[in-house]
């Protein structure tokens, strides 16, 4: 079977990644699909969460996204992102002009989060054809702010923050502005898109709804977006979810360049927006307390009362999709296709 760029279907994760390991009362909670971090216990009621994340669909500000990308796994897990370290790949020949962009962007976006970073490796290689960022963040914090994907329960409101498909149009209309100039989208629509990408941060409501413990559980949605992270949800909990595509935001310069390059925006690259699963007796708080602090929110789902990893997207017309596996981010497969082809 050939697999196309993105993530590993849960199947190939289970049988050959998360193999059985010793029994150690101290992990909280170890590797698991859907999953945005690994978490361990400190001491007391202190837990420190763990995650790393590759940056690959893009050259544009890489130092800057791959901060902020980790630090939002680490603030869906509740806790506050604190320490990074990244790992720093360049294709032979990279100036040192390059350079010093991606050293800048990364202290740039550690001051935006309040984060320090303590350590990671950079070296030249011929196995890249781009710059290529791999970050771990690490935090710390109370365990029972704890807002794992596994622990989403039945009768759970699903909120999101922000818009659908934020980093994907970002992306778009930097790598692909020629292109799209080309088929109709003006300079000014151009300019909006590209400023998505500075709404890449999901850390200040993920604490704001950690912090008062409104949330049971919180992805953050990026590859494959909205419809992947619901499905995440569902998959790490056992729960099926339901998520309705007309309540789900989406820009006017997202919808027409999405529909240009031929990407489902509920299936694209979606950094900067947040799915929080929240009791609906706290549903008003929560959509309050992200009010006070300036970041949009719209209720899209819920939480089935249905032993079943499944997502049921519930289509315009009254159709019904059924997801029982990842899908690969739509925004990623258009982007591949459209480069090799213009490259040609």
Not at 37 to 54: F, K, L, N, Q, Y
Not at 204 to 224: C, V
Request: charged residues 25%; contains cysteine; negative net charge.
């Amino acid at each position: 079977m050939i697999h196309l760029p993105g993530k590993l279907p849960p199947s190939i994760l289970e049988k050959l990644f998360f193999f059985v390991q010793p029994e150690n009362s101290r992990v909280i909670i170890p590797p698991k699909v859907g999953e945005d971090a690994g978490v361990v216990d400190i001491r007391d009621t202190e837990i420190m969460a763990v995650h790393s994340d590759p940056i690959t669909a893009s050259s544009n500000r890489i130092g800057w996204l791959s901060i902020h990308v980790s630090a939002n796994d680490i603030a869906a897990s509740g806790l506050r992102p604190i320490w990074f370290l990244t790992t720093v790949i360049l294709p032979e020949g990279t100036g040192e002009s390059m350079i010093s962009a991606i050293a800048n962007d990364i202290e740039r976006a550690l001051k935006e989060i309040g984060g320090i970073l303590i350590g990671g490796h950079t070296e030249f290689s011929d196995s890249v054809t781009r710059p290529v960022i791999s970050t771990t963040a690490i935090g710390i914090g109370n365990r029972n702010n704890l807002t794992p994907t596994s622990n989403a329960k039945p009768g759970d409101v699903i909120i999101m923050t922000k818009m659908a498909a934020l980093e994907a149009t970002s992306i778009a209309a930097h790598e692909l502005s020629e292109f799209l100039l080309q088929r109709g989208v003006s300079e000014t629509e151009l300019d909006e898109a590209k400023k998505y990408i500075n709404k890449i941060s999901v850390v200040p409501e993920a604490i704001a709804l950690s912090s008062k413990r409104l949330a049971n559980a919180m992805h953050d949605a990026t590859e494959g977006g909205i419809g992947v992270a619901a499905f995440e949800i569902s998959y790490a909990s056992g729960w099926a979810v339901e998520i309705q595509r007309d309540l789900v935001r989406t820009s006017d310069v997202t919808r027409k360049i999405m529909k240009i390059i031929g990407a489902d925006p509920l299936f694209s690259l979606s950094s900067g927006t947040l799915l929080a699963t929240v009791p609906s007796n706290r549903v008003k708080e929560a959509i309050d307390t992200l009010t006070s602090i300036e970041v949009e929110s719209t209720i899209i789902g819920s939480v089935l009362n249905k032993r079943e990893k499944k997502l049921y997207l519930r289509e315009r017309g009254g159709k019904e999709t059924t997801i029982s596996d990842l899908m690969q981010d739509d925004f990623i497969k258009r982007l591949c296709e459209i480069e090799r082809t213009t490259k040609r």
